[in-house]
């Protein structure tokens, strides 16, 4: 093979081998190298390569086809999914064609079409769910509780809160989908958590006392501003608090606390802490993926979609902050929120 072909395929990121008439691999890019350091030049390509899909389609190459492409799966570090594209290679001095063969890493177009079928489904599931239950609650209006004036009454209101949750599952799905395309410009404007806090505890307040939760406020009024968008911000709140006080359980205590950053630092926190009944370690690092729900059921009972703690990550990414949960089975939970101080 020429230099300047050399050259030109050690350049390239994909790893690329050539393969003679007699399957032998007669040169490695340095990408193939790299990746697969145990192959070298004059090994049988079978040796390396135990795919059947990929061996038919280099014999078919071999064997006069053009072109040909394989989509394999091969056990690496983890299992990893490469698309194939072999063609013909005919060298002017040799009377059999080579065959060239280009491994492309598909994995992450792979994951990303998993997480969007994951996606539909969920949405999907979601949405029926409600609708069954609306359409069950019509079809019994119209037959055997027709005239019934306190079946009505009951179905008309499960039917009002079916609908809400359905109203409540787009309008999130909308926010998130909203979130998601703005990511890339952050907030600007100069925020005062302690109106923001204050104000959501407020609005919480009535549901603390329905559910015997002590509701605690550990603020300062000479917080420092932080930079952000105001309406977020009170939604990342709003759902903190609310989930510290629908999951910690009656009884517990909700406590909403800031610390002065200490000198020097670029982001404040605050942490919504509860003294319920915690999550287990291996929930956590899945508690802000889309529907997720410790308890499916108890969520569903209290209203919610599973998008609360998703929309929450996004806008914290949007603020270019983040979330920490910590918590301990039987102790309670920390949901501590970092956020830009302006520096203005
Ligand atoms: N403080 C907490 N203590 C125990 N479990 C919690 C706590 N906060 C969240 N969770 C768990 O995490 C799950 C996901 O929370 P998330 O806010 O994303 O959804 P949701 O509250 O179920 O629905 P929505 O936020 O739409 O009302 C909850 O269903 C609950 O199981
Ligand atoms: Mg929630």
Redesign the pocket.
């Known amino acids: 093979m020429k230099k300047s072909v050399r050259y030109i395929l050690n350049g390239l990121t994909l790893p690329v081998f050539v393969v003679d008439p007699n399957r032998k691999i007669s040169f490695i890019n340095k990408s193939a190298k790299l990746r697969y350091n145990e192959a070298y030049t004059g090994q049988l390509f079978s040796e390396l390569i135990t795919s059947k899909k990929c061996l038919d389609a280099l014999e078919s190459v071999l064997g006069g086809e053009p072109n040909a492409t394989a989509n394999i799966v091969l056990q690496e570090v983890v299992p990893t999914s490469f698309r194939v594209s072999l063609s013909r290679l005919d060298a002017d001095s040799k009377p059999l064609p080579s065959c060239v063969l280009s491994f492309e890493d598909v994995s992450h177009i792979q994951e990303a079409e998993q997480m969007r079928h994951d996606f539909v489904a969920n949405v999907s599931h979601e949405l029926r769910s409600p609708l069954t239950a609306l359409s069950g609650f019509v079809e019994t209006l119209q037959g055997a509780a027709a005239n019934d004036e306190i079946a009505r009454k009951r179905f008309l209101e499960m039917m009002s809160n079916e609908a809400d949750r359905m109203a409540?599952l787009i309008g999130?799905l909308l926010s998130l989908s909203k979130l998601q395309a703005s990511e890339r410009v952050a907030p600007i404007d100069r925020i005062d958590l302690f109106k923001i806090l204050t104000s959501v505890s407020s609005s919480l307040s009535g549901l603390a006392t329905r559910n015997n939760i002590e509701l605690n406020l550990n603020l300062s009024h000479s917080m420092p501003l932080v930079i952000g968008d105001s309406d977020e911000l009170t939604q990342v709140f709003q759902?903190l608090i609310?989930?510290?006080i629908?999951?910690?359980g009656t009884g517990s205590t909700v406590t909403v606390s800031f610390k002065p950053p200490k000198e020097g630092k670029s982001h404040l926190f605050i942490s919504v802490e509860?003294s319920?009944?915690?999550?287990g370690p291996a929930q956590i690092p899945r508690?802000t993926e889309r529907f997720?729900?410790?308890?499916k059921g108890?969520?569903r009972a209290?209203?919610?979609?599973?998008?609360?703690?998703?929309i929450v990550k996004h806008i914290l990414i949007r603020h270019r902050g983040w979330l920490k949960i910590s918590s301990q089975l039987g102790k309670g939970?920390i949901?501590a929120v970092y956020l830009p101080i302006s520096k203005t």
């Open positions: 409540r999130d759902n609310e989930n510290a629908k999951y910690s509860d319920g009944e915690g999550i508690l997720y729900r410790v308890d108890r969520s209290q209203g919610g979609t599973g998008l609360g703690l998703a939970s949901f």
